[in-house]
């Protein structure tokens, strides 16, 4: 299985961004597709992002025009930038990969969106 560490989470302001990174290990990382998912309190996990290893990209409604989700293939990395944060979008975000069916998942990075 890939290995997958998250970075890059913390408290800020409504309005506010921040850029979460997920570093994979092996050399398997251009060949799979990635997402960002996210869990608040009391909720069920949620996608929040996907891209494909061609580069194809899909969001949930509730973060479209506001959340971008890339990659650096040669980094073995996935990027998720958050702009207009909301206090809806504290929740821990967790780094999935799926690599021909084969799932991981890092242990997350907690955001908090508060004043």
């Known amino acids: 299985q890939v290995q997958l560490v998250e970075s890059g989470g913390g408290l800020v302001q409504p309005g506010g961004s921040l850029r979460l990174s997920c570093v994979a290990s092996?050399?398997?990382?251009?060949?799979?597709?990635m997402a960002w998912y996210r869990q608040a309190p009391g909720k069920e996990r949620e996608l929040v992002a996907y891209?494909?290893?061609?580069?194809?990209?899909k969001y949930a409604d509730s973060v479209k025009g506001r959340f971008t989700i890339s990659r650096d293939n040669a980094k073995n990395t996935m990027y998720l930038q958050m702009n207009s944060l909301k206090p809806e979008d504290t929740a821990v975000y967790y780094c999935?990969?799926?690599?021909?069916?084969?799932?991981?998942w890092g242990k997350g990075t907690l955001v908090t969106v508060s004043s």
């Open positions: 999935n990969s799926n690599y021909f069916g084969v799932l991981s």
């Open positions: 092996g050399s398997s990382f251009s060949r799979n597709h």
């Open positions: 891209i494909r290893n061609s580069g194809g990209t």
